[in-house]
């Protein structure tokens, strides 16, 4: 049993982690699809057919840079939620203010009454209470 799919899975791509969040959000889109709309679960089926596919695939080259292309997107969206939890878990000691000339984020340390903040990036000073 175990050598008959080794030998069938031979030369094919495999399970990855793009694969794993398409079998993640096909199996909530079918839940959701037979709860609340035909729509959702037939969509949720195409999602799933497809990431059979690519685990199927002959396409190694093709299936490892859409896995790249999805590592890029997963590590934007994960670092931006990063970077939230972080100004949250700081929100009582440092205040953030963008620079209204380039736009770069500052963090100033507050309770420091009205200081002049000077950008690191472009040296506009401009005055704020922190
Ligand atoms: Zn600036």
Redesign the pocket.
Known sequence: MKGWLQRFMSGRYGFDRFSGFLSVCSLVLVVLGALFSPVLYWLGLILLGYCYFRILSRNIQKRYHENLKYLELEGKVTGWFATKKVRFQQRKQYHYYR?P????QLRVPRGRGKISIT?P????QFIKKS
């Open positions: 620079c000339h380039c736009g770069q950008c990036k472009c040296g506009t």
